[in-house]
């Protein structure tokens, strides 16, 4: 049992604090017992600290500040020992927490990455089966195989440049900016939705041509990203028309 007090046997052989354990101190010549708590700086008992005698014997003044002093002593470096532990648990914590949210962020920006990516990498597969079309005809159309493998090479480009721009995230300095084309970047969401190319219909823009252009950066910021998922949403039912 901890006390918050000091406890002074005198005589092991006579103090009932000791009647269950008398024998075996009296068997080791143990005869008197001066027991102080250690307390925290919030009176909690950290432990004790006893001091026993061969003789039976009551602490003078002197020692008795002696043992106070000690018992302070002790009390700092207990709680500076459990605090140091408490900061390295939450510095483990912390440590754990950041790799969980490292491994879901890399979870997520590889998901992303795959689907910016993938993008371009679908357009000129598809491009690719079409200029092969119209090569494997009768009378191959030149033209328009022409005019597929330039969409290639185009999506190609746009692949190179997500990837440029994916790099540019992850390095130190300014973001650059460019113009774009809205009439651009919708005719592109159109390759899969136009009738030839097996989509449900087709999509016309009421945007006018170089002055209707917006600014954004390499991360992507400048233009509404809800207004491209609209505009992809129409574009899959069949048809939309955008103004600005």
Request: net charge neutral.
């Amino acid at each position: 049992m901890a006390w918050s007090s000091a406890v002074i046997v005198s005589d092991i052989a006579t103090d009932p604090l000791w009647a269950d354990y008398r024998d075996v101190a009296l068997a080791h010549g143990l005869r008197a017992c001066w027991s102080t708590p250690i307390l925290s700086s919030t009176g909690k008992v950290l432990g004790t600290l006893a001091v026993y005698y061969r003789e039976p014997r009551s602490p003078t003044v002197l020692e008795r500040s002696v043992i106070r002093q000690i018992v302070h002593l002790a009390s700092i470096a207990v709680e500076r020992k459990q605090a140091e532990e408490a900061l390295e648990c939450l510095r483990e914590a912390q440590a754990d927490l950041a790799r969980v949210s490292r491994v879901t962020t890399m979870g997520e920006l590889t998901a992303s990455l795959a689907h910016e990516v993938n993008q371009p990498i679908a357009a000129a597969v598809t491009n690719a089966n079409t200029c092969l079309r119209w090569l494997a005809g009768e009378t191959p159309n030149i033209e328009e195989a022409r005019e597929a493998a330039m969409r290639i090479v185009k999506d190609g480009k746009r692949a190179a440049e997500i990837i440029g721009r994916i790099r540019q995230l992850f390095k130190k300095g300014t973001s650059q900016r460019e113009l774009v084309d809205l009439n651009e970047i919708i005719l592109e969401m159109t390759v899969r939705s136009s009738p030839g190319r097996g989509g449900p219909g087709a999509i016309t823009t009421g945007l006018d041509e170089p002055h209707d252009q917006w600014n954004r950066s390499d991360e992507g910021r400048g233009w509404d990203a809800r207004a491209s998922h609209q505009v992809a949403a129409k574009a899959k039912r069949g048809s939309c028309g955008v103004c600005c």
